[in-house]
């Protein structure tokens, strides 16, 4: 999971084969999107260009990308 934010990049892993590092992700996946931020999420194997719009944590996903909502004025 890689979150695009004020401080960067950051990355966060977890293993199928591991319930504690999938709770914590699933953990973080429901408070970024509490701070209304908006996950993307990509197949194994997918370009990027296939990611699309998510509203549930994807284990399995290839990647899943956190933006900040882009604001008009």
């Given at each position: 999971m890689r979150i695009l934010d004020h401080t960067?990049?950051?990355c966060v892993a977890w293993s199928l084969?591991?319930?504690a590092s999938l709770a914590e992700a699933e953990a973080l996946f429901e408070?970024?999107?509490a701070?209304?931020?908006?996950?993307?999420?990509?197949?194994?194997?997918?370009?990027a260009a296939?990611?699309?719009r998510v509203s549930?944590?994807?284990p399995a996903a290839e990647e899943i990308v956190w933006?900040?909502?882009?604001?008009g004025g």
């Open positions: 960067g990049d950051t084969d591991d319930p408070r970024l999107r701070e209304r931020k908006i996950p993307f999420a990509r197949a194994v194997g997918a370009p296939d990611a699309e549930r944590f994807d933006v900040r909502p882009v604001q």
